[in-house]
């Protein structure tokens, strides 16, 4: 019997065609395998928003300033300019997530620390104090995105 199955397995290719389906199967297998492998780590690429240096700028990155400054932008910013990745509730007013690349991080706080005046005649003066100031940016940096080409 050996030497007849020796004979077979040399001539395999030839009798292929007349194979049992469980002959065939082991050679599917390695098909497979390099399949599952090749769609590996391709995370959607959320459109790179501008590069903002938080640390240059002094702004907190944790998570609970990023949450009170959110805070601050439903209460402040959102009637307007929408929140987080939503769109703008008024056409002239961009959404908040390109905020940033609209007006430069640093302007910003700058101008808002100052009291200066941003942003459209409707858009109210605001005053948060240095600290409000920060965690707001830091809520402001962490949902940024690229607008999308003109
Ligand atoms: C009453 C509506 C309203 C509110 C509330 C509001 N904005 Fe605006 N904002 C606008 C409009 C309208 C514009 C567009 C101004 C323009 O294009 O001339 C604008 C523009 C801006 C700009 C771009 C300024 C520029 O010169 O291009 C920034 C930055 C901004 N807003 C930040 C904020 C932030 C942060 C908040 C909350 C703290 C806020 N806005 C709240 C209406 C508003």
């Known amino acids: 019997m050996r030497p007849l199955l020796f004979a077979l397995a040399a001539t395999g290719l030839a009798l292929a065609a007349g194979c049992t389906p469980a002959t065939e199967a082991p050679v599917s297998v390695p098909v497979e395998v390099p399949d599952a492998a090749a769609p590996a780590p391709a995370p959607a690429p959320a459109p790179a ?3 903002i240096d ?3 700028l002094g702004i907190p990155m944790d998570e ?3 949450a009170d400054g959110r805070e601050i932008a439903v209460h402040n ?3 307007c300019h929408g ?3 939503a769109a703008s509730l008024r056409a002239d007013a961009p959404p908040l997530r390109y905020i ?3 007006y430069p991080a640093a ?3 700058e101008d808002f620390r100052a009291g200066i005046h941003v942003g459209h005649e409707d858009m109210p003066g605001f005053v948060f104090g240095d600290l409000g100031m920060d965690v707001l940016l830091s809520y402001l940096v962490s949902i940024q995105e690229a607008p999308p080409p003109e």
């Open 107 to 109: 302007s910003l706080a």
């Open 100 to 102: 940033l690349s609209v």
């Open 77 to 79: 910013c959102s009637n």
């Open 64 to 66: 609970a300033s990023i």
């Open 49 to 51: 928003g501008p590069v």
């Open 83 to 85: 929140l987080d990745q």
């Open 54 to 56: 938080a640390a240059a």
